[in-house]
Structure formats: structure tokens, C-alpha cells
């Protein structure tokens, strides 16, 4: 059974950094597009960032751009969100999520796998 399971969250200061994993087991997603949401409390679910199967292309929310980085490595079929510059509107469960396919899709129901997250909490 295909599992994604996150680490890497904590509390952290603002303006500092952290990085995410998202470690795949059950079944490999080397050929298929990953991608990052989150959700801070009384919100909906929302798109971070997303990279295609070889890592070339990679697409993310206005509010991340600059400051997140998604990136992967498909020898350890993880997934990886480097945030730089956090800040307090960064805190959030962060989810790593699977498709099936290989196109690039910002959209929770576009995606069939979905870890238990990881929370991200920043301090101002």
C-alpha cells in the first residue's frame, strides 16, 4: 500500500528556515508529479507547489514564489520543500501529495496520495 509520510516541521522564528521531506513507501513515484498544500486552522487546503517526474519543471503559489523551493530525488523517491524567509502567514499543517499522472496540477482533488502532514508553526 502506497504511503507518504512528511517530516521536517517545527517551530521556528520568522525569517528563518526549514525543509520538508516527504518520504514514499508501498510503491515508487518516480514517473508521476508530487506536490506540497497546506493548511492553517479554519482554512481550506491550499496549493504550495508542485514538481513534474524528472525535477525539470516545478510551479508555485504567488505567495511562496522567491522564498520556497520544491525539489526531488527519485533514488530515495522523496520529496523535498526548502522555505526560506518564513514567515508568521507560513505556519500550517504542510501535506506532500502523489499523483498518478505526470502533468503538473495545482488542485487537491488532482491528487490521488496523500501524507498525514507536518506542522510548520512561525514565531514572530
Known amino acids: 500500500q502506497a504511503q507518504l509520510v512528511e517530516s521536517g516541521g517545527r517551530l521556528v522564528q520568522a525569517g528563518g528556515s526549514l525543509r520538508l521531506s516527504c518520504a514514499a513507501s508501498g510503491r515508487t513515484f518516480r514517473s508521476n508529479t508530487m506536490g506540497w498544500f497546506r493548511q492553517a486552522p479554519g482554512k481550506e487546503r491550499d496549493f504550495v507547489a508542485t514538481i513534474n517526474w524528472s525535477g525539470g519543471i516545478t510551479l508555485y503559489a504567488d505567495s511562496v514564489k522567491g522564498r520556497f523551493t520544491i525539489s526531488r530525488d527519485n533514488a530515495k523517491n522523496t520529496v523535498y520543500l526548502q522555505m526560506n524567509s518564513l514567515k508568521p502567514e507560513d505556519t500550517a499543517v504542510y501535506y506532500c501529495?502523489?499523483?498518478?499522472?505526470?502533468?503538473?496540477?495545482?488542485?487537491?482533488?488532482?491528487?490521488?496520495?496523500w501524507g498525514q502532514g507536518t506542522q510548520v508553526t512561525v514565531s514572530s
Open positions: 501529495a502523489a499523483t498518478t499522472g505526470i502533468a503538473l496540477k495545482i488542485g487537491v482533488r488532482d491528487y490521488d496520495y
